[in-house]
Structure formats: structure tokens, C-alpha cells
């Protein structure tokens, strides 16, 4: 069965720096998201990009995040200067289309550490 | 406001014991979905069930069954003859077209612990 890939499992980074998420979606899959969960609390949505562009974000998503799809494959969230508040499990989700009746199929996650 | 309300932050019972996950939506969409997910401890969402705005009918898969009623917004989840391994925690989570282009908007989750 595909699935949705997801690199590194767990990324350890210093305040400051830049992060890089990695997110291989399934490839029939036309949207791709991402979304955070900070420790011990919910679910939160960051992002949906569809045709090279974002069609929605969050408050959460500032400037200081940006997602690409630099080829036919990957779908990355950067992050330009982590803050010790940017730790979180970051999941990246795709499917085949945009409406509800579309299940997102998640991956595994990236559990990021800002020390 | 919360557009999905887990009122139950933990829940803990003893193996082979019926429970139910309540869930509490707000939405003015007329169509929308609504969904769980399993979070185990290792930290991956599964998914469980999705259901539409316009399909009331209640789902029983195994020893898992769905109660979805418009007139209380709520969809409700009951694991009956529960299990160690469903030691986990539930979202509940609502998809809406207006204002949100379908993203998840997720509830708080509710731990349930299933002791042996």
C-alpha cells in the first residue's frame, strides 16, 4: 500500500538555525500539507499547497516558514531560524484531491528538537 | 471558539470494558466531514473513519462503531470490549469547504488508557 515518507524521523537543531523537513508524498497525490503537534497537545494545521503554490495557511505559518516541491517527488517545510517554541512532532499529509471526501493520508512524522 | 470540542481529556478503564470518546463539533458549513484518528505511543496519526455532513447513518466496524448526530453536532465514538492495545489518543477532527478549503481542524484529543 503507498504511503507517505517522511526524513528524518527526528531532527535535533540549535535556536537559530535552519531546518529542513523532508516529505515524500503518495505520487498519484495532488495536495500536500503540513501540520504540527507540540508535545501533549493537539493536532495543529501549518499549511496546503496544491500546483506549486499554497492555497491555505495558518497563523502559525509566518514568514519564517516556507514549503517547496522542489521536484516531482519531495515536498519540504523550512524552517529559516528555529525558536525553542518550534519544537514539535511536524506530520506531512497528501491526497488526491482538495475535497473532504479525500482522506489525507499521513506520514509518520518528524519530531523536532530546538536546543 | 473551539470548532472541535474533546471534552474528556483522559479516560481510563479496565480491559473489556465498553467506552465512549465524545466529540463535539461547530461549523456553519452545511458540508463537511468529520474524522477520527488513533495516536499510539509511537507517535503516528492513523486513521480511523471519516464521515459526511449528509450520511447520518451510525458505522460499526469491529469493536469500533461511530454515533453521528447533526441535531447535538456531535459525533461519538465507542470502543466496545476494550483492549490494552487501544491504549492511545483520539481526534476527533472537522473538514470544512467554507473559509478553510478542507483543512483539518483537529480536536485536543482524549487519552484513553485500557488497563489490564
Known amino acids: 500500500e503507498p504511503e507517505v515518507t517522511q526524513t528524518p524521523s527526528h531532527q535535533v537543531t540549535q535556536m537559530g538555525q535552519e531546518v529542513i523537513l523532508r516529505c515524500v508524498p503518495i505520487s498519484n497525490h495532488l495536495y500536500f500539507y503540513w501540520y504540527r503537534q507540540i508535545l501533549g497537545q493537539k493536532v495543529e494545521f501549518l499549511v496546503s499547497f496544491y500546483n506549486n503554490e499554497i492555497s491555505e495557511k495558518s497563523e502559525i505559518f509566518d514568514d519564517q516558514f516556507s514549503v517547496e516541491r522542489p521536484d516531482g517527488s519531495n515536498f519540504t517545510l523550512k524552517i529559516r531560524s528555529t525558536k525553542l517554541e518550534d519544537s514539535a512532532m511536524y506530520f506531512c499529509?497528501?491526497?488526491?484531491?482538495?475535497?473532504?471526501?479525500?482522506?489525507?493520508?499521513f506520514g509518520p512524522g518528524t519530531r523536532l528538537t530546538v536546543t | 471558539a473551539q470548532k472541535v470540542t474533546q471534552a474528556q481529556t483522559e479516560i481510563s478503564v479496565v480491559e473489556k470494558e465498553d467506552v465512549t470518546l465524545d466529540c463535539v463539533y461547530e461549523t456553519r458549513d452545511t458540508t463537511y466531514y468529520l474524522f477520527w484518528y488513533k495516536q499510539p505511543p509511537s507517535g503516528e496519526l492513523v486513521f480511523l473513519i471519516r464521515r459526511n455532513s449528509f450520511d447520518e447513518q451510525n458505522e460499526i466496524s469491529g469493536r469500533y462503531s461511530w454515533n453521528f448526530q447533526k441535531s447535538t453536532s456531535s459525533f461519538n465514538f465507542t470502543i466496545t470490549a476494550s483492549q490494552v492495545v487501544d491504549s492511545a489518543v483520539y481526534f476527533c477532527a472537522l473538514s470544512e469547504a467554507m473559509d478553510s478549503n478542507y483543512q483539518l481542524i483537529w480536536g485536543a484529543g482524549t487519552k484513553l488508557i485500557i488497563k489490564p
Open positions: 499529509a497528501s491526497s488526491e484531491a482538495w475535497q473532504g471526501d479525500y482522506e489525507q493520508y
